[in-house]
């Protein structure tokens, strides 16, 4: 199992440039989540979803937008980068608690959020 | 809105001391604490998770405790090595359908252990 991966892993670009970071996991998990990480600020939610087909905004969403066509996939789009998109973008993967209740001896691993390596983007 | 506080932001100690990290939360209604390790440019690796039906839960040298009523988790680290310096988050997930798992997270504390 490869687990979560993120593609790029580093990217510059330019004020007014788009880009499309990719998350992709193996685990067939059903929630799936785009963080970002800056300086002194920890982790905060930019989007998630919560299957295949269905987004959601989190508590940063301005200037990103996303899209989960497969399950296993989450993409994270920026349409127009700006200079405060500078950051750190983590991605992650769950079970929802419905998988969950059928996982009962499972322990507490299975009720945990899978990270990603995360990609560096700086925007000038 | 949940809001999650670690103290210290940081801490340095010399090898072998045992140490204590706080995280504090403001809404009790919670589903779990997880406290995640984070090394230099890398991913988070969850080290333990409280149910909030627990009190606490131990992984070799490292025992986290949790307090839902007051709002607060411990994560105690026996004998530091230099191999435990990274940055450590706490996250809460809050309880609720609607919550799809979400966490939030601490601003992190940064450990660095001197031989």
């Known amino acids: 199992n490869a687990g979560v991966t993120q593609t790029p892993k580093f990217r510059v670009l330019k004020t007014g440039q788009s880009m499309t970071l990719l998350c992709a996991q193996d685990?067939?998990?059903?929630?799936m989540y785009w963080y970002r990480q800056d300086p002194g600020m920890g982790l905060r939610l930019i989007h998630y979803?919560?299957?295949?087909?269905?987004?959601a905004k989190g508590e940063v969403p301005d200037g990103y937008n996303v899209s989960r066509l497969k399950k296993q996939n989450f993409l994270l789009g920026l349409e127009s980068a700006a200079p405060s998109q500078t950051s750190v973008y983590f991605c992650a993967s769950s079970y929802s608690p419905e998988t969950m209740r059928f996982r009962p001896l499972a322990g507490n691993s299975t009720d945990t959020q899978y990270f990603g390596p995360g990609t560096r983007l700086t925007v000038l | 809105k949940q809001e999650v506080t670690q103290i210290p932001a940081a801490l340095s100690v010399p090898e072998g001391e045992n140490l204590v990290l706080n995280c504090s939360f403001t809404?009790?209604?919670?589903?779990?604490l997880q406290w995640f390790r984070q090394d230099p440019g890398k991913g988070l690796t969850s080290l333990l998770l409280?149910?909030?039906?627990?009190r606490e839960q131990t992984s070799g040298r490292l025992n986290a405790s949790l307090d839902k009523s007051s709002g607060r988790s411990t994560l105690y680290i026996a004998a530091s090595q230099p191999g435990d310096s990274a940055t450590y988050l706490c996250a809460v997930r809050l309880s609720g359908g609607t919550s799809y798992g979400k966490l939030t997270f601490g601003q992190g504390t940064i450990l660095t252990v001197h031989p």
């Open positions: 409280i149910q909030s039906s627990q």
């Open positions: 809404d009790s209604a919670i589903y779990n």
């Open positions: 685990m067939n998990h059903e929630y």
């Open positions: 979803s919560v299957g295949e087909g269905t987004t």
